[in-house]
């Protein structure tokens, strides 16, 4: 089975798999800065109810079925299990920035995580749900989230087998986080730069350890719409 993830700037992914189309986390482009990036999902997930994450009508169209938006619990998107597992925007549990779902999908063989704006640290063990992730889509802007040096910690912790930054500073965006390069300096991992904005994953080709995937910025930003 192969996964394509097609990540749409920011914290916007979408995922392709067995026909079926998720959309994480979509964005309108305009109000922060970015490219817009349509689709017609089946499934639309929401982290959390912030305007740079919430834009459901850019993924929607006529194939859509469900939206779940700030979802806690088990649920399923087509043939897939999925589950919301409730995360804190900030390092007072919630009383800055409130709460987020983080997305957890079993995808057929692989299983993935969508972190949303997680704002604290965790070690293993507090997260069982969280624990032996394969594709783990993390925060490391800082400012709104964890930093750059927080988000490599966690993925310490957690120890998923591809970890891929979003939520970062981008050129054009009026979002003021850090950059990518903040979180790549202390990285200490083995690290994938992807030329555009896909990337094809199946089991066999998911490394040993855990690997760094992130998008070539300009590549990507060739292809704006």
Same mark, same amino acid.
């Given at each position: ?31 922060? *800065? ?30 859509? #079925? ?58 293993? *063990? %507090?997260?069982?749900?969280? %624990? ?9 802007? *800082? ?13 310490? %912790? ?13 050129? *054009? ?6 950059p990518l390069e903040r979180f790549l300096e ?8 992807? #030329? ?21 910025v300009k590549e990507a930003y060739s292809e704006? %719409?």
């Amino acid at each position: 089975m192969e996964i394509e993830v097609e990540w749409c700037y920011h914290s916007y992914v979408i995922l392709r798999v067995e026909g079926v189309t998720i959309a994480i986390d979509p964005h309108d482009g305009g109000s922060i *800065g970015l490219p817009t990036c349509r689709v017609n999902a089946d499934y639309i997930l929401v982290t959390h109810d912030h305007f740079d994450h919430n834009a459901v009508e850019v993924a929607s169209g006529q194939s859509t #079925k469900k939206v779940f938006k700030w979802y806690l619990g088990s649920f399923e998107v087509g043939p897939f299990k999925a589950r919301g597992v409730k995360l804190y925007h900030d390092k007072a549990k919630g009383k800055l920035r409130g709460w987020v779902a983080a997305y957890v999908l079993d995808l057929g063989d692989i299983k993935v995580a969508h972190m949303g704006d997680l704002g604290h640290l965790i070690y293993k *063990g %507090e997260e069982p749900e969280l %624990e032996g992730i394969d594709v783990m889509f993390i925060p490391v802007g *800082g400012v709104y989230t964890i930093s750059g040096p927080e988000a490599w910690a966690v993925i310490e %912790e957690l120890g998923p087998r591809i970890a891929v930054p979003i939520h970062y500073w981008l050129p *054009g965006s009026i979002l003021p986080l850090d950059p990518l390069e903040r979180f790549l300096e202390v990285a200490r991992s083995g690290r994938t730069p992807v #030329k555009g904005r896909t990337i094809k994953l199946s089991r066999e080709a998911l490394p040993p350890k855990t690997t760094i995937m992130y998008f070539d910025v300009k590549e990507a930003y060739s292809e704006r %719409e």
